[in-house]
């Protein structure tokens, strides 16, 4: 599978086994992301591969809250798009979904901190909103 930021400047490839996809509330995530919630997913670091633009990646560690490592926005220094998060160590990758090309193996399992999440998210009320195939008229 491949994804790459929203200029395309910096690309990767992973191949699976794939986790479950997690929907994240917490605070941390919303702010990063500009969104309610982030849709993520993890593969293993030697499944993980940069094809382009490793040398336009910028990252951000916000302070240790609970456990390290830090919470690390990692983003491509043109565009500014999220890219994914990499740590020296670690035994995983964290990919956001919106960056993957293409059908995704995998499905949403659970929310977490979902005592954060934003007021006015109803997911019954969302579901039943009108629903267009590009923009409405």
């Known amino acids: 599978m491949k994804g790459q930021c929203f200029c395309g400047s910096v690309a990767f490839e992973f191949e699976g086994p794939l986790s479950n996809i997690q929907i994240c509330h917490c605070t941390r995530c ?50 500014g798009s999220a890219v994914p998060a990499t740590f020296a160590g670690q035994p995983t990758v ?9 059908d995704i193996p995998a499905r ?10 934003a007021n006015w998210l109803n997911f019954a009320e969302l579901d039943a909103l009108p629903k267009h195939a590009g923009d409405p008229t």
């Open 30 to 79: 919303q702010r990063s992301t500009g969104s309610p919630f982030a849709a993520e997913l993890r593969v293993r670091t030697e499944n993980f591969r940069w094809i382009r633009g490793a040398d336009l990646i910028s990252y951000f560690d916000a302070p240790v809250l609970r456990d390290p490592p830090a919470y690390r926005r990692s983003f491509c220094l043109r565009c």
């Open 108 to 117: 949403p399992i659970d929310h977490i901190w979902f005592v954060k999440k």
């Open 94 to 102: 964290c990919i956001p979904t919106g960056l993957v090309e293409g």
